[in-house]
Nanobody, 132 residues
Framework: HFRVVESGGGLAQPGGSLRLSCAAS????????IGWFRQAPGEEGKGREGISCIHMDGSGTYYTENVKGRFSISRDSVKDTAFLQMNSLKPEDTGVYYCAAVTDWTTVEEICKMPEDELEAWGRGTQVTVSS
């Protein structure tokens, strides 16, 4: 049974930083990938946007264009945990951040663009608010 749990959201000022964690369980060694997805306020009908994704063996990462250079994804494969370090935060980064996991994919970029029902485990989300 696959499971992922997010933590680390909160309130930050513009230009500030937050670090999110995604703890995974039930997967075989590092043969899975983790993605971070954002649900922006007022856009629930549009679905969640893939922000950054990583293969848990460290072989590949992907960032959507609007977070490149500001966000950094990493993983601790021993602890089965993925991290999203968010720097230079902007008000438009506000939203609920979800992590999700998958065991079958072609490219890391593909994971961030998958239909939501193709990801095998979703967390409950953690709120990130960027405001002065």
């Amino acid at each position: 049974h696959f499971r992922v749990v997010e933590s680390g959201g909160g309130l930050a000022q513009p230009g500030g930083s937050l670090r999110l964690s995604c703890a995974a369980s039930g997967f075989t060694e590092d043969k899975y990938a983790i993605g971070w997805f954002r649900q922006a306020p007022g856009e629930e009908g549009k679905g969640r946007e893939g922000i950054s994704c990583i293969h848990m063996d460290g072989s590949g990462t992907y960032y959507t264009e609007n977070v490149k250079g500001r966000f950094s994804i990493s993983r601790d494969s021993v602890k089965d945990t993925a991290f999203l370090q968010m720097n230079s935060l902007k008000p438009e980064d506000t939203g609920v951040y979800y992590c999700a996991a998958v065991t079958d994919w072609t490219t890391v970029e593909e994971i961030c663009k998958m239909p939501e029902d193709e990801l095998e485990a979703w967390g409950r989300g953690t709120q990130v608010t960027v405001s002065s």
